[in-house]
Structures are given as structure tokens and as C-alpha cells.
């Protein structure tokens, strides 16, 4: 069974930092792309960022850009997204999400809740 | 950017009948496009993808139809476990969602 499982998330500064995890299992990892997407409450979905099975090809979407970066360890089957620089408009609940050839996201996490508040 | 657009943003619908949500691309975005369904406190999950194929173990009262700019996801039959949101994504440049469209109770 395909499990994603997101954590690091919590209350934070504006300005602060944080790295989220997602800990995938039921797959080989390497093999698939990863994506980070957020909600924020009661919002929309808003794609964030996607990295390639290896690693070697990274984007960003703009409001994240300089800002967020994404990352994979490949031997722990491990995404991370570390954001830096926060703001309040990154409040959301992120999720992790698995990735078919530049397309759909077929699995997702549970999410997991950031909040940039002083 | 492509921005997705999807009406109505809510529809009441009652138990057991048919429901109709569509989805507007500003730009062509092929079959590129995926539906997803959302419930409260809960991850999306895939409904269909490449416009009408539906995902592993997504019952056949879902179907999708479409390609370029429009697209519609139908509900045959509207059980209680389908009131939900749900999301249209196009994944032809980058990837970008719709708004959602919530079905409730009538």
C-alpha cells in the first residue's frame, strides 16, 4: 500500500524557517517524481514545487521561488521542502504528493499544518 | 500561467441523481487535465486523469469528457460519499488548479 506521511509542521514567525518531511513507503521512491502542494484554509489547491526521481530537475512555483527548496533522499525514501523566509500568506496545509511523468498526482499525504503568525 | 476555471462553484444536488461540474482552461491544455475529489479534513484523490480515464478503483459512476479548453466531470448517480469538492488540474505547463466546485446536499 502507498503511504505518504508529511511532518515538521507548526507555528512559526514571519521571517522564520521550518523543513517539512514526507516519508514514503509501499513504492519504490526513487523511481517516481514529488511533488509539495498547499491549501490554505479554506482555499484552493496551489501546486508549490516538484522534484524528478533523481533529484536533477527541481521547479517552483513563483510565490516560493528564492524562497522554498525542495529535496530527496533517495536511500531514506524521503521528500523535504525547507522554507525559508515565511510569510503569513504561507500558512496552509502541505501536502506531499506523488507524480507520473510531469502529470496527475495519483497519491497524496495526509498534510501537514503550517502556520507564519507572530 | 494557465488558469483553470471551474463552475458552478457550488451545486446542490439530490441523492441519486446526476450531477454535471465543468472546468475551463484559459489556454489549450490537451488531455492534460486530471478531477479530484476532496472531503473535509482530508488529502485530494485522484478521480480521473488524461481528461476521462478513471483512477485505480474509482467507481464507474465517474466519468470524464473533454480536451483543449473544456471539460466536464459527470456523476451518474450522486451517492451520500460523493458530497464533496472537487478539483480540476491541468498538467500541460507546469500544473495548475481550478477553484473547486462543491456538490452538497439538496
Known amino acids: 500500500e502507498v503511504q505518504l506521511v508529511e511532518s515538521g509542521g507548526g507555528l512559526v514567525q514571519p521571517g522564520g524557517s521550518l523543513r517539512l518531511s514526507c516519508a514514503a513507503s509501499?513504492?519504490?521512491?526513487?523511481?517516481?517524481?514529488m511533488n509539495w502542494v498547499r491549501q490554505a484554509p479554506g482555499k484552493g489547491l496551489e501546486w508549490v514545487s516538484y522534484i524528478s526521481s533523481s533529484g536533477s530537475t527541481i521547479y517552483y512555483a513563483d510565490s516560493v521561488k528564492g524562497r522554498f527548496t525542495i529535496s530527496r533522499d533517495n536511500a531514506k525514501n524521503s521528500l523535504y521542502l525547507q522554507m525559508n523566509s515565511l510569510r503569513a500568506e504561507d500558512t496552509a496545509v502541505y501536502y506531499c504528493?506523488?507524480?507520473?511523468?510531469?502529470?496527475?498526482?495519483?497519491?497524496w499525504g495526509q498534510g501537514t499544518l503550517v502556520t507564519v503568525s507572530s | 500561467e494557465i488558469v483553470m476555471t471551474q463552475s458552478p462553484a457550488t451545486l446542490s444536488v439530490s441523492p441519486g441523481e446526476r450531477a454535471t461540474l465543468s472546468c475551463r482552461a484559459s489556454q489549450s491544455v490537451s488531455s492534460n487535465l486530471a478531477w479530484y475529489q476532496q472531503k473535509p479534513g482530508q488529502a485530494p484523490r485522484l478521480l480521473i486523469y488524461?481528461?476521462?480515464t478513471r483512477a485505480t478503483g474509482i467507481p464507474a459512476r465517474f466519468s470524464g469528457s473533454g480536451s483543449g479548453t473544456e471539460f466536464t466531470l459527470t456523476i451518474s448517480s450522486l451517492q451520500s460519499e460523493d458530497f464533496a469538492v472537487y478539483y480540476c488540474?491541468?498538467?500541460?505547463?507546469?500544473?495548475?488548479f481550478g477553484q473547486g466546485t462543491k456538490v452538497e446536499i439538496k
Open positions: 504528493a506523488r507524480g507520473v511523468n510531469y502529470g496527475d498526482f495519483d497519491y
Open positions: 488524461g481528461a476521462s
Open positions: 509501499g513504492f519504490t521512491f526513487s523511481s517516481y517524481e
Open positions: 488540474q491541468q498538467y500541460n505547463n507546469w500544473w495548475t
